[in-house]
């Protein structure tokens, strides 16, 4: 049962979270790269990563797609849902100067603490389908 | 190639669609009242944020005293100070004064 649920609905669930997330930056980039002005992190960092988050997030949901690159796809969602919780992690541990306003992400009604344990959730998910996944290619090998 | 996750996928872009974030329209938002603190050494310009139609959560964030918040750069918008002056509004920090002049520093 619990193995169905990882292996099943979780790489929907993250392509769903990715191609959304990705394609709201892409389609108003603007607006991203002015939420990404009020983060507390040097400005000059800005401009390269309103490229490269929705780029890693898109390549994320397409490796995710594919049966061949699904596994890789798990990981580097892993990756980035591990940077984003941390990310916030240092927000409510006050290791910045300030608290940004949380308005760039897809949940933008949540609060700090709602979006880190939403996190937390979607990395734990991640991470126990990676350990099926490995599973059942142990067994088949 | 799992059909489903490529119809989620499309979904998504959909979804991504729909409720991609508008900008303002280009204006100019100046400050227009401004407070000295107690000691008198730092003088602060505020707004009403919903005055111009800023959304709390979304266009801006309040710290846990109500009173101070913080908004983000939007460059659609040229902020000026009383003065005239432009500035970034991600360089305002999340400290400021209330209406009766008591100032918080934010941490």
């Known amino acids: ?141 | 190639m799992k059909k489903y996750l490529l119809l989620l996928a499309i979904a998504g872009i959909t979804a991504a669609w729909v409720n991609k974030p508008h900008s303002l329209p280009p204006t100019v938002h100046n400050y227009s009242f401004t407070h000295y603190s107690t000691d008198g050494t730092r003088m602060y310009y505020g707004k009403d944020l919903t005055d111009i139609n800023y959304v709390k959560g979304f266009d801006y964030i309040c710290l846990s005293s109500s009173t101070i918040c913080t908004f983000m750069g939007n460059t659609a918008n040229a902020h000026t100070d009383l003065t005239g002056n432009y500035f970034y509004t991600s360089d305002v920090p999340p400290a400021g004064i209330d209406d009766s002049g008591i100032y918080y520093d934010g941490f």
Not at chain 1, 12 to 41: C, D, I, M, S, W
Not at chain 1, 83 to 99: E, K, M, S
Not at chain 1, 109 to 131: C, K, M, R, Y
């Open chain 1, 1 to 141: 049962m619990l193995r169905r649920l990882a292996i099943g609905p979780v790489p929907g669930l993250l392509v769903l979270l990715f191609v959304y997330t990705g394609f709201t930056k892409v389609f108003a980039l603007r607006h991203f790269r002015e939420t990404l002005y009020n983060q507390p992190f040097p400005h000059a960092l800005a401009a390269p990563l309103a490229y490269l988050v929705p780029a890693a997030e898109l390549s994320v949901a397409l490796a995710l797609v594919f049966d061949r690159t699904r596994k890789k796809g798990l990981y580097g969602a892993a990756v980035l849902l591990t940077v984003f919780t941390l990310y916030i992690a240092a927000i409510l541990l006050h290791l910045f100067r300030r608290v940004p306003c949380s308005c760039g992400g897809i949940f933008r009604g949540l609060s700090w603490p709602q979006h880190f344990w939403v996190n937390v959730l979607l990395t734990g998910l991640t991470v126990v389908t990676i350990a099926f996944y490995s599973k059942n290619q142990f067994h088949h090998h």
